[in-house]
T-cell receptor, first 114, second 113 residues
């Protein structure tokens, strides 16, 4: 158990809808990362937050947004969903921003867009 | 643009054999190279990592070999076991700071009895 909690584990929705994925990082971790895992693209970095502030941005679509709250949990909002957004969304956390190469991943939220 | 290239995409090895997975990177700003292991239904978990000032690192049956001049690194799993069957991702961090990881596309390893 990594200590990172993601909800929901599974989500099925229709095109054009909006969903929110939630992540609670490991106790004491200030950095939260969001990754998208699809069969053809592997693990793609979306965005990172550190102590409530956006720290780094990757290949995140404009239809997607995220935030980190004062209690350090994070939410990833996906809107105007398309079939291609179906994927596993992982949240990961680390203590800070020092480059250690170690992230602790949750078990993911599987999104299916029909 | 894929910054970390990984091969092979899938690998079948007999129990007791050696599994070898290769990765190559382009960005010389990367300065930490971890390998992650992912079992079905689980998130990736750190297996072993290396910095570019070291040419080899060994932890148990897992060894990373690193060639800085060629910008390549590889994972060797000695005495492969059925329990090693998983997807393995190489990764790199350090470009742009912040500890974010750039992953390879993954290798699905199956160890047969």
């Amino acid at each position: 158990d990594s200590g990172v909690t993601q909800t929901p584990k599974h989500l099925i929705t229709a095109t054009g809808q909006r969903v929110t994925l939630r992540c609670s990082p490991r106790s004491g971790d200030l950095s939260v990362y969001w990754y998208q895992q699809s069969l053809d693209q592997g693990l793609q970095f979306l965005i990172q937050y550190y102590n409530g502030e956006e720290r780094a941005k990757g290949n995140i679509l404009e239809r997607f947004s995220a935030q980190q709250f004062p209690d350090l949990h994070s939410e990833l909002n996906l809107s105007s969903l398309e079939l291609g957004d179906s994927a596993l969304y992982f949240c990961a956390s680390s203590l800070g921003t020092v480059n250690t190469g170690e992230l602790f991943f949750g078990e993911g939220s599987r999104l299916t867009v029909l | 643009q894929q910054q970390v290239k990984q091969s092979p995409q899938s690998l079948i090895v007999q129990k007791g054999g050696i599994s070898i997975i290769n990765c190559a990177y382009e960005n010389t700003a990367f300065d930490y190279f971890p390998w992650y292991q992912q079992f079905p239904g689980k998130g990736p978990a750190l297996l072993i990592a290396i910095r570019p000032d070291v040419s080899e690192k060994k932890e148990g049956r897992f060894t990373i070999s690193f060639n800085k001049s060629a910008k390549q690194f590889s994972l060797h799993i000695m005495d492969s076991q059925p329990g090693d069957s998983a997807t393995y991702f190489c990764a790199a961090s350090g470009s742009g700071g912040g500890n974010k990881l750039t992953f390879g596309t993954g290798t699905q390893l199956k160890v047969e009895l």
